[in-house]
């Protein structure tokens, strides 16, 4: 390998910074979670990716986004927590592979009949925030030879601890912007009182 040769790892982890720049400029939350999953396909080589939100206060695990989700009538499918890898993933706070995923008895296969994919490979990680777990980052059927590997699972976790951190600075602009909508329209009659008893 040449002075001005990058190898194989090396070029994973320089994408990796550059995914992790355009998601800090990111606070559209719908892109976002878009160019997350787009992201972790691309730096696994696997077939599709996903992200699955977990509201804490409901105990539920909602389907988000996935790279092959063209029916956005998947959107917010809900995944048992106590039944499925991305609820494992969540609950136990840890990084999975799994080479055979339909001999797993947490696969939960609804979503994979949805999107007319099979799922066999699987590397998914937790996506923390502030010590919360906010939800699963997965990505699916590793493309060309063998399955996920310790080092797809290390870029997942680089990238997914990135992603919680940009998901939870979207979701707080977008109450900022709905408090700021909320005081606007209360101002605004206020006003006309204020004007009025002048």
């Not at 998601?23 to 691309?42: G, H, K, P």
């Not at 992200?51 to 986004?65: P, Q, S």
């Not at 919360?132 to 060309?144: D, H, M, R, S, T």
Request: proline letters at 4%; hydrophobic letters at 45%; charged letters at 20%.
């Amino acid at each position: 390998m040449g002075p001005t040769e990058a190898s194989p790892i090396v070029n994973r982890y320089q994408r990796l910074a550059e995914i992790s720049r355009d998601l800090a400029s990111t606070l559209n939350l719908d892109v976002l979670l878009l160019r997350i999953v787009e992201a972790a396909a691309a730096i696994c080589s696997a077939q599709a990716a996903s992200i699955l939100l977990y509201d804490e206060n409901k105990r539920e695990l909602r389907f988000e986004v996935a790279t092959n989700m063209d029916d956005p009538m998947l959107r917010g499918i809900s995944v048992p927590v106590d039944s499925s890898i991305a609820g494992w993933i969540v609950t136990q706070c840890k990084p999975i592979i799994i080479s055979d995923a339909q001999k797993d008895a947490r696969h939960f296969g609804l979503v994979g009949e949805s999107t007319n994919i099979t799922t066999s490979s699987l590397v998914g990680v937790p996506l923390v925030a502030k010590d919360k777990v906010i939800g699963a980052l997965e990505a699916i059927n590793k493309q060309g030879d063998g399955g996920f590997t310790q080092e797809d699972q290390d870029l997942m976790l680089a990238l997914g601890a990135q992603a919680a951190v940009a998901i939870e600075n979207s979701r707080l602009f977008q109450q900022s912007d709905q408090i700021a909508e909320l005081v606007h329209e209360l101002r605004t009659p206020m006003a006309s009182l204020n004007t009025a008893v002048h």
